[in-house]
């Protein structure tokens, strides 16, 4: 009879463990965090929301989700834009075109600990499971593989027509990045804030229209 009470008692005891977890969230360093300074969330936030817990949804989905959310009047976003220039093909995961120029925002998902540097082709990525056991992954640099989409996208514009100037960055949803770069956004006011600056000349509705038609069918 003991045994049987004790071993309801260590139920009991597992059971409010693990609804305290659910009640408080995940463990501190899995929490999200804005480090921005502002009200915006961070993109962290946007992983631990219980709708992507729910319906599991991909980390692009999320990244245009919080792009969508700061973008303004006469924005426009075109999502997973295939280009091509002199032979040179690119996969674009989100451009946003308005007035204040044409911005590329690439977009990854890594997960687990991430090592190299700005100037990298490729950067290493070390996840551990709960095993203890860590593995290792060769992973693409976003910072060189946006600059490489700049340079294509402003070749493609200008060959059909408008001169623009184009930038590029990049986002590492889990905030897992190993440099700080100007090329690397890490929260909803960084998105915000890049792609409504007014740095250079603005962009005139003619030159709008034309940059749409452009991209409009290279887009999903």
Not at 21 to 48: A, C, I, V, Y
Request: charged residues 25%; aromatic residues 10%.
């Amino acid at each position: 009879m003991l045994f049987i009470i004790n071993g309801i008692i260590a139920a009991i005891a597992i059971i409010i463990v693990l609804v305290t977890r659910s009640e408080n969230g995940p463990p501190d360093e899995n929490r999200p965090e804005n480090k921005s300074g502002s009200n915006r969330p961070g993109f962290r936030e946007w992983l631990f929301t219980p709708e992507y817990k729910r319906v599991g949804i991909r980390g692009e989905e999320v990244a245009a989700r919080a792009i969508q959310s700061v973008l303004r009047e006469g924005d426009r976003l075109f999502k997973n834009v295939s280009i091509e220039y002199d032979g040179k093909p690119a996969e674009l995961d989100n451009v946003v075109v308005n007035k204040y120029g044409v911005f590329i925002i690439e977009v990854k998902n890594y997960t687990g600990h991430i090592v190299g540097g700005e100037d990298d082709y490729e950067w290493q990525k070390y996840k551990t499971t709960d095993a203890g056991n860590t593995y290792e992954k060769t992973v693409k640099n976003p910072i060189k593989q946006v600059k490489r989409q700049v340079y294509i996208l402003a070749r493609y514009l200008e060959y059909y027509g408008p001169k623009v100037w184009v930038r590029g960055y990049a986002i590492l949803l889990h905030g897992n990045s190993p440099v700080q770069s100007e090329y690397m956004l890490t929260s909803m006011a960084d998105i915000d804030c890049a792609i409504h600056t007014a740095d250079r000349r603005m962009l005139d509705v003619k030159t709008l229209e034309k940059i749409d038609k452009l991209l409009s069918h290279r887009s999903l």
